[in-house]
C-alpha cells in the first residue's frame, strides 16, 4: 500500500526529499506520516499531515523539514533541508484513517522503510 523512497547519504546542511507513493485507498482521505527510527530507540513521529493540510512536526525537525501531499499523485513528501547527522535513520510512512491516530502509532498502513544517512 506504501512505498517509501528517496533515502540515501547526505551531508549536513544538504537536502533530501524522501516521497511515498500510496494506492488510491490510502491516499487522500487519509492522515499520512513519516517516522522514524534507529536501532535501540522508539520509533517517532518526525511529521504529520491531515486530509485537510494540518500538519505537524516535530521540534527538532520544524523549521527545517516540509511534508506535503499530492493528492492527485497519491504521494507524501517529506523534504529534508538542513538535515543533522542526528537524523540518521531509517524513515518510514504510514497512513491512518484519523490525524490522532498517527500520534498513538495506531496507523493502519505502513511501509518499507529508507535509509537516511547524515554525514557531518
Known amino acids: 500500500q506504501l512505498q517509501a523512497s528517496g533515502g540515501g547519504l547526505v551531508q549536513a546542511g544538504g537536502s533530501l526529499r524522501l516521497s511515498c507513493a500510496a494506492s488510491?485507498?490510502?491516499?487522500?482521505?487519509?492522515?499520512m506520516g513519516w517516522y522514524r527510527q534507529v536501532p535501540g530507540k522508539e520509533r517517532e513521529l518526525v511529521a504529520a499531515?491531515?486530509?485537510?493540510?494540518?500538519?505537524y512536526y516535530l521540534d527538532f525537525v520544524e523549521g527545517r523539514f516540509t511534508i506535503a501531499r499530492d493528492n492527485a499523485k497519491n504521494t507524501v513528501y517529506l523534504q529534508m533541508n538542513s538535515p543533522k547527522p542526528e537524523d540518521t535513520a531509517v524513515y518510514y510512512c504510514?497512513?491512518?484513517?484519523?490525524?490522532?491516530?498517527?500520534?498513538?502509532?495506531?496507523?493502519?498502513?505502513w511501509g518499507q522503510g529508507t535509509q537516511v544517512t547524515v554525514s557531518s
Open positions: 499531515i491531515s486530509s485537510g493540510r494540518s500538519t
Open positions: 488510491e485507498l490510502t491516499s487522500s482521505s487519509y492522515a
Open positions: 504510514a497512513a491512518a484513517k484519523t490525524y490522532s491516530r498517527l500520534f498513538t502509532l495506531a496507523y493502519d498502513y
